[in-house]
């Protein structure tokens, strides 16, 4: 069975995200005992950052780490789960409030 990395590899569009989840030295995290759930940004999302965002925190690893981590929560979360939670606990700790208008289903 695939592993969260292995899944971003293989779509193609997260490759901005894998960077960024080697550089903060994430991939053993993520390939490890989970079940995680990623709210992965896509290459397109990364691309309407502001200028030198992304290469400002490939610079500064502990605050992509922080950020990196603010993505995941721990336990399968189906899509269709996520639309009826107000909150999630992520991994880096802090509570994410979860709005379902703001989320687009695949």
Not at 75 to 90: E, I
């Amino acid at each position: 069975m695939a592993d969260i990395v292995d899944t971003a590899v293989k779509a193609g569009s997260f490759n901005t995200l894998v960077a960024a989840v080697k550089a903060a030295g994430l991939v053993e995290t993520l390939k490890g005992a989970g079940p995680f759930t990623v709210f992965a940004p896509t290459d397109e999302a990364f691309a309407k950052l502001p200028a030198g965002t992304v290469d400002g925190l490939l610079k500064d690893i502990p605050k992509l780490k922080k950020i990196l981590t603010y993505h995941v929560v721990s336990g399968k979360v189906m899509a269709a789960d996520v639309v009826k939670l107000k909150s999630a606990k992520t991994v880096e700790g802090s509570e994410v409030k979860i709005d379902a208008c703001d989320i687009l289903l695949h």
